[in-house]
């Protein structure tokens, strides 16, 4: 989070001609604490929307991603309503010749009526901007990384359930196939299994809140680890006299136990025990960290300059495969119909 608070704040001193953090910018607006809220707001959201576009969203392959995806959907709907399930066979609607398999249809129709079946293209530039570009996707995933835990913290459902789309694409590129998975399950549970009130549910509980408070959510997956290891502590006090009957009721009685407790500190108007430490300031850090950026020139896009270590570094958002990802796509939602609706 350091690493991004110091390119963010590069960045924008990069865009407002700014040497340091105290110099005067070369974009300012006249009288701005006298300005109304509203105005303020919107300067400042300008600001940020420079950033954006300048600094992190060089690549629009996203939007490009979108439309592929939807071309590819029409063309899969299309060749499943050419199957008749009475003779067992694709049947062509321009010239009703029959085919047993996919693959001879689609040969089919590519050859004689000249449908498009491309694959992924990849365009590459002459002489690209690795080394903005490797700025760039480095700003992206710890963006993401850092809406989807204040996402969690606060207990928003639209955000986790936006970046969990985002989050898919990157576990794919990255080959973590179990979190990409999951991923696509809990996107499906909540498009296309549950009901709409299973799907509120689903997605509005998806953090607990322990100590109370805005910003003080956690993931029910360490709620989870943080009873298991309660409830190990309490098994270990037992010593050789723990038996399957003491840990159940160990396990039931853990969060009575928990809300008696805080009942019990409320009533006597007792602090909880912790230690309170002052948040240190890392403007100093952040400040050593821009020093480095600007000696590396990161923010400039000189073409032809590359890393030596990442010679050919793409953009991770584009090296998803439009075809691979949809083909994928298509058979994890057959799975899911099969088994969570048929």
């Not at 694709?90 to 000249?114: D, T």
Request: with cysteine; proline share 2%.
């Amino acid at each position: 989070m350091d690493c991004l608070d110091a390119l963010i704040t590069g960045a924008c001193l990069h865009l407002l001609e700014k040497d340091n953090l105290d110099s005067k910018p070369n974009r300012k607006q006249e009288l701005f604490e006298a300005q109304s809220t509203d105005d303020k707001y919107k300067f400042l959201r300008q600001i940020a929307k420079d950033i954006l576009d300048r600094y992190v969203n060089l690549n629009p392959d996203l939007r490009r991603f979108e439309e592929k995806v939807q071309e590819l959907d029409v063309q899969s709907q299309q060749i499943k309503d050419m199957f008749d399930h009475r003779l067992q066979k694709y049947i062509c609607v321009s010239c009703e010749k029959q085919y047993k398999k996919v693959g001879h249809l689609k040969r089919h129709l590519k050859e004689k009526h000249l449908w498009d079946f491309t694959e992924t293209e990849t365009e590459e530039e002459e002489k690209p901007y690795r080394i903005s570009l490797y700025r760039a996707s480095l700003m992206k995933c710890l963006l993401l990384l850092k809406d989807t835990n204040d996402g969690y913290n606060m207990g928003d459902g639209d955000r986790i359930m936006i970046n969990a789309k985002f989050q898919m694409l990157l576990s794919g590129v990255c080959n973590h196939t179990k979190y990409q998975i999951w991923l696509f399950r809990f996107l499906a549970y909540y498009h296309c299994i549950l009901s709409p009130r299973d799907a509120h549910e689903y997605k509005w509980n998806c953090t607990s809140n322990l100590s109370g408070g805005t910003g003080h959510n956690i993931l029910n997956d360490n709620l989870v680890e943080i009873m298991v290891h309660r409830l190990k502590e309490k098994l270990r006090t037992q010593g050789a006299n723990v038996t399957y009957e003491s840990a159940r009721k160990a396990a039931l009685s853990l969060q009575v136990q928990d809300q008696i407790k805080q009942n019990a500190m409320h009533e006597i108007a007792l602090k909880p025990k912790g230690i309170t430490r002052t948040e240190p300031s890392k403007k100093t850090d952040v400040e050593l960290i821009i020093d480095q950026f600007k000696k590396a020139e990161i923010f400039d896009c000189v073409p032809g300059r590359q890393f030596h270590a990442f010679s050919s570094f793409q953009d991770l958002f584009s090296r998803v495969k439009d075809v691979e990802l949809h083909k994928w796509i298509q058979s994890q939602l057959k799975e899911a119909l099969s088994y969570e609706i048929v």
